[in-house]
């Protein structure tokens, strides 16, 4: 137990004064922080774009209204301001404008417009693009006539000024649920859902390299005169989970952080009270620890494995593929009642944590479910150490451009430390 504590404080102290592993900490909440900025203004600038139609403050626009259908035939347009449509004796002497470059956009209403509901619009770009939207005008017209005509019940309809009241009864008795536990049930493992996810992606392929760097330097050929090889895995398994939580910790806080200030300052969107149930919290906090432990031991079976960094990229992809396999059938767990298939994610070791925690989402796994899966995770992470521990009994000095698999399967060396 002692040499296993060395290895793990030996790993996290050189990790930690390391600056490329803080830079790379600090550079995550930044990068992503700064990616979901831009995404967010790009998709709400593309939104009030597509929204607004085109911008025809500066345009000429007409009308013919041979239907007699519209009220009114002024609109308030993209910068706020009152636009007049100028109104057409006809419709050719409204496209001749417009071919003429006297108009920039002509509306048509046909006599027979209360029957095929189609308005015939003509334009003359100077470069027409398919984006270039011109309806927003005569959708307002035509929205403004028929508003002025209902009552003021179907105007409330229409508009959805109409305020909906669920009450939800709880499936064991007739309790009214409370929204807020409901909602902090489903927050709780979506939570985990996502911090798990960070992990493996953010932080998967520095796993197996730090595994396959010491063979590729050849340091692993020292530290086994020294220590048995169980110890050094199990401590390397525990000092990279640690190095994990510590980053995942520095991409979290500042988000806590962010958060609290921003519900201060009423910048959050909703109003929502969240009320946590500590077991579920550590019912869902197990799963993620043990999941992760899954997951790295996993990753230390590849660099194990491996001969070299390359060989150990290939290998992890198809780790990470397995891991993230519910994503690629979400439908399925949307389901009230869980499939086979469902089942089988659940369980396969590297889909469960995945499949768990989105059954937990969907409120679709009971408590013994996630215990039974916790003890699934739990055995096969096990596993999954003392496998890297057999290989690398058998593979911890090799260096060479490809895998033996009959020196991973052969004898084991003789002159490790017992």
Aim: proline share 4%; net charge neutral.
């Amino acid at each position: 137990m002692s040499k296993t504590l060395q290895v793990i404080r030996f790993e996290v102290v050189r990790s930690l004064k390391k600056p490329s592993f803080w830079l790379a900490a600090l550079l995550v909440p930044i990068m992503l922080g700064f990616y979901i900025f831009i995404a967010a203004m790009a998709g709400y600038d593309a939104g009030e774009s597509l929204e607004a139609g085109i911008d025809t403050s500066n345009m000429t626009l007409g009308i013919y209204d041979e239907a007699k259908c519209l009220a009114i035939k002024t609109f308030i347009n993209s910068k706020e301001e009152k636009q007049e449509l100028k109104d057409y004796p006809d419709k050719q002497s409204g496209i001749n404008d417009v071919q003429n470059k006297k108009l920039d956009v002509f509306y048509y209403l046909p006599k027979n417009f209360d029957k095929e509901h189609k308005v015939e619009i003509y334009i003359k770009p100077k470069s027409a693009s398919v984006l270039d939207d011109y309806t927003n005008p005569i959708r307002s017209l035509l929205s403004a006539t028929a508003l002025s005509e209902v009552s003021e019940l179907n105007f409330a309809i229409i508009t959805g000024a109409v305020n909906f009241e669920t009450t939800t009864y709880s499936a064991e008795d007739n309790h009214e649920v409370d929204m807020n536990e409901a909602v902090s049930q489903i927050a709780i493992p979506a939570i985990g859902l996502a911090l798990f996810y960070i992990l493996i992606v953010v932080l998967g392929n520095r796993l197996t390299a730090a595994m396959v760097e010491e063979k590729e330097n050849r340091i692993s050929e020292l530290i086994l005169t020294s220590i048995k090889p169980v110890n050094l895995i199990v401590g390397k398994i525990i000092s990279l989970m640690i190095l994990g939580i510590i980053q995942l910790a520095v991409l979290i806080i500042p988000l806590i952080i962010a958060y609290f200030v921003a519900r201060n300052y009423n910048a959050v969107p909703f109003n929502l009270t969240l009320k946590f149930d500590g077991v579920l919290i550590a019912e869902y906090a197990s799963l993620l620890l043990f999941s992760y432990f899954l997951f790295t031991s996993l990753c230390v079976v590849i660099g194990t494995m491996a001969s070299s960094a390359k060989d150990a990229n290939s290998f992890m992809s198809v780790i990470i593929i397995l891991t993230i396999l519910p994503i690629f059938f979400i439908s399925s767990f949307t389901n009230h009642e869980p499939q086979a298939f469902t089942y089988f994610l659940s369980y396969f070791p590297p889909s469960a944590p995945l499949a768990l925690m989105l059954r937990g989402v969907f409120n679709t796994l009971p408590t013994w479910e996630l215990l039974l899966g916790l003890v699934d995770i739990i055995i096969f992470g096990i596993l999954s150490s003392r496998l890297a521990t057999y290989i690398f009994c058998r593979n911890a000095i090799a260096a060479g451009p490809k895998i033996d698999f009959r020196k991973l399967f052969g004898s084991p060396r003789n002159t490790w430390k017992k």
